[in-house]
T-cell receptor
Framework: EAQVTQNPRYLITVTGKKLTVTCSQNMNHEYMSWYRQDPGLGLRQIYYSMNVEVTDKGDVPEGYKVSRKEKRNFPLILESPSPNQTSLYFC?????????????FGPGTRLTVT | QKEVEQDPGPLSVPEGAIVSLNCTYSNSAFQYFMWYRQYSRKGPELLMYTYSSGNKEDGRFTAQVDKSSKYISLFIRDSQPSDSATYLCAMSASFIGGANNLFFGTGTRLTVIP
């Protein structure tokens, strides 16, 4: 089954404790991205990757890091989480940037930073 | 002014009703228009995709774009309880790679009452 998986689905952590949210897709997609979804603000892109070893900032990259060492994986790293990073996070992938309209989204990771 | 405006609802309708969901936008360069459906605790999934103006029909769903008014709509005929979800509009000027190509509305929560 074609899918994007994220782990963990739920995470409660404390300010400053480094964490990683994993994302994996099994569709051999070139393009992957991370979004955060906040009430009243909609989906906002954090980082994206056009292909392996090619990553760049999205709309709201501050406080986040990513890496793309393999085509299928695109982890999101919060080096020192703060309460304003409490949000619902989605990983997404598409075959390439030209097919961005047809992104496949993961199930989401709800992060709470206290 | 936000690029994309969407009434958050919530919207409650009886089963069988015709539902109209709408978004307005400010950027006249937008030419790709999408509707995503997001069930509770799930990621968004693409429902309809339209290029430029006009109508597109898929089963009970019709997407309509009025570029002169900068207004897009999604109509759901014979609504079913399974249509209960949050509906997100999204739009883009072009998929040329790079950041922030896709602008999302904040979503409208729909409940169809049996």
């Amino acid at each position: 089954e074609a899918q994007v998986t994220q782990n963990p689905r739920y995470l409660i952590t404390v300010t400053g404790k480094k964490l990683t949210v994993t994302c994996s897709q099994n569709m051999n997609h070139e393009y992957m991205s991370w979004y955060r979804q906040d009430p009243g603000l909609g989906l906002r892109q954090i980082y994206y990757s056009m292909n392996v070893e090619v990553t760049d900032k999205g709309d709201v990259p501050e406080g986040y890091k990513v890496s793309r060492k393999e085509k299928r994986n695109f982890p999101l790293i919060l080096e020192s989480p703060s309460p304003n990073q409490t949000s619902l996070y989605f990983c997404a992938s598409s075959s390439n940037y030209r097919d961005l309209y047809e992104q496949y989204f993961g199930p989401g990771t709800r992060l709470t930073v206290t | 002014q936000k690029e994309v405006e969407q009434d958050p609802g919530p919207l409650s309708v009886p089963e069988g009703a015709i539902v109209s969901l709408n978004c307005t936008y400010s950027n006249s360069a937008f030419q790709y228009f999408m509707w995503y459906r997001q069930y509770s605790r799930k990621g968004p999934e693409l429902l309809m995709y339209t290029y430029s103006s006009g109508n597109k029909e898929d089963g009970r769903f019709t997407a309509q774009v009025d570029k002169s008014s900068k207004y897009i709509s999604l109509f759901i005929r014979d609504s079913q309880p399974s249509d209960s979800a949050t509906y997100l509009c999204a739009m883009s000027a072009s998929f040329i790679g790079g950041a922030n190509n896709l602008f999302f509305g904040t979503g409208t929560r729909l409940t169809v009452i049996p």
